[in-house]
């Protein structure tokens, strides 16, 4: 690292001072707080006419899974989706900024949003942040040049792929789309093979679970098909509702209303002009 | 603000009270082309009258009226290089307070916004006050609405108004109708 004192800037923009100070605390014992991570698996993929993503639905805490059914296939634009894996609010956070972005952009152009401009402003945030924005993007969209699929890592490179997958099961993901994809699928053999994909990062990754989102973008439409395949349903929900047994009986319902305090002020004298 | 030998505003009041260079903007207002805007029971129609200095112009190129955000659009009399700036400065901010509340932004704080904009030209140093009025017509949850917003920063609402050349006949219609 550099010993030269850079000028921070007046407003805006990350400021680094307390990195130091968070390591010199690790190193001394104390542990971080931890964040929310998505340990994901999602996907994309080119078809005939367009562009699939598929994303899982579990954001897990560690250990413990914080959220069953969240949504990691994120707005960008009308013609382009992004799913992301890493920190849910710093992927969140990011397409939220971009998409922002984009959408002044259409009122300035007048146009639709292309889906390497979203690429290049992803990238350029990620990069100036050096890795410490903890989001991997899978983009995928369709606009006048074609359909185009891209994967973003945290540090800032991407990757233009015609599949793609990302998160910790993108293994499990990629095996099946190393199997079975070909070029010039259909839509619904699309449909079908991400949701295997997903299926098969659900069952073999800890990390992900719950259900399978798709989202289908071709030239002009797009469908966002929200729990599409539910391998996972609750079963234990009992339909009979809850009862008391015998021994809980209700005794007695008493409403004590509690006194207002009501504080009486002398008039005084009107304000003299 | 402007530079340093011009941190002054160049807005300054006459002895009667009045700011004479606001009172050149409406001047300027006055002869530009004529807009206007009628609010209906269920929408706002905003018009104006698309005069192009020659015909090699390219038509198509000329956009005097504008979207601010999918339910808000507006137009202008005046000069359009002015209209121009505060309509990307208006579409940043519709996109700000998307971004903060999540809620599309209502009309009445897209104009108010604009109008504090156009009240800081008024009194900053270095800075002219912008020669356009504009007629924002927006549809949101309070229904439709039709504001206008002055050089000074003033906005008014109405149920019909234009601006411009022939503001008084195109009035004295509207009024009858």
Known sequence: ?273 | MGDSQYSFSLTTFSPSGKLVQIEHALTAVGSGQTSLGIKASNGVVIATEKKLPSILVDEASVQKIQHLTPNIGTVYSGMGPDFRVLVRKSRKQAEQYLRLYKEPIPVTQLVRETATVMQEFTQSGGVRPFGVSLLVAGYDDKGPQLYQVDPSGSYFSWKASAMGKNVSNAKTFLEKR
């Open chain 1, 1 to 273: 690292m550099s010993q030269t004192a850079v000028d921070v800037p007046p407003k805006g923009g990350f400021s680094f001072d307390l990195c130091k100070r968070n390591d010199m605390l690790t190193q001394k014992g104390l542990k971080a707080p931890s964040f929310l991570k998505t340990g994901t698996t999602i996907v994309g993929l080119i078809f005939k006419d367009g562009v699939i993503l598929g994303a899982d639905t579990r954001a897990t805490e560690g250990p413990i899974v914080a959220d069953k059914n969240c949504e990691k296939i994120h707005y960008m634009a009308p013609n382009i989706y992004c799913c992301g894996a890493g920190t849910a609010a710093d992927t969140e956070a990011v397409t939220d900024m971009v998409s922002s972005q984009l959408r002044l952009h259409r009122y300035q152009t007048g146009r639709d949003s292309r889906v390497i401009t979203a690429l290049t402003l992803l990238k350029k945030h990620l990069f100036s942040y050096q890795g410490h924005v903890s989001a991997a993007l899978v983009l995928g969209g369709v606009d006048i040049t074609g359909p185009h699929l891209h994967t973003i890592y945290p540090h800032g490179s991407t990757d233009t792929l015609p599949f793609a997958t990302m998160g910790s099961g993108s293994l499990a993901a990629m095996s099946v789309f190393e199997a079975k994809y070909k070029e010039g699928l259909t839509r619904d053999e699309g449909i079908k093979l991400v949701a295997e994909a997903i299926c098969s990062g659900i069952f073999n990754d800890l990390g992900s679970g719950s259900n399978v989102d798709i989202c289908v973008i071709t030239k002009g439409n797009k469908e966002y098909l929200r729990n599409y395949m539910e391998p996972n349903p609750r079963t234990y929900v009992s339909s009979k509702g809850y009862s008391f047994t015998k021994k809980t009986e209700v005794l007695l319902t008493k409403i004590t209303p509690l006194l207002e305090r009501v504080e009486i002020t002398e008039v005084g004298e009107a304000m003299e002009e």
